[in-house]
């Protein structure tokens, strides 16, 4: 349909015309909402497993203390030393990881489809006469 031809369209035609456009509006705002909802699931899943890998080296963590506190109370030598040092690698590797998942819960947080709500609300308001609807 040319440019002139939709000009020239008669008010039943656009008013036959605003349930399709309605449902084409509620189309677009599910599809919007699942994108949504899959990325901040995806970045709140990421950083669970991120927090499952923390826990796991934490664990590795407390084990090397125990060990490093036997051996420097047994016997005061370098071998404790070392036991030490490992678990100041682990600590490191606990600390990054724990930082990287807390950054990762937070880009999924709050699960709530935020950019969804806004683009129905302005939906709302087109349809009301309020605004104007924006092309995303």
Not at 36 to 43: F, N, Q, R, T, V
Not at 53 to 64: D, E, I
Not at 85 to 91: F, G, K, P
Request: charged residues 20%; proline residues 4%.
């Amino acid at each position: 349909m040319s440019a002139e031809e939709r000009s020239k369209r008669s008010l039943f035609e656009l008013i036959g015309d605003l349930p399709r456009l309605l449902t084409e509006l509620v189309k677009e705002e599910v599809e919007h909402l699942k994108e949504e909802m899959i990325g901040k699931l995806k970045h709140a899943g990421i950083g669970a497993a991120l927090f499952v890998g923390a826990g796991l080296f934490a664990f590795f963590l407390l084990a090397v203390l125990v060990a490093a506190a036997i051996l420097g109370l047994a016997v005061v030598l370098p071998a404790w030393a070392a036991a030490l040092i490992v678990a100041a690698a682990l600590l490191a590797i606990v600390a990054i990881l724990v930082g990287i998942g807390v950054a990762q819960v937070k880009k999924g947080v709050p699960p709530a489809p935020t950019e969804t709500i806004a683009s129905v609300k302005k939906d709302v308001n087109a349809i009301k006469g309020i605004g104007m609807r924006e092309k995303p």
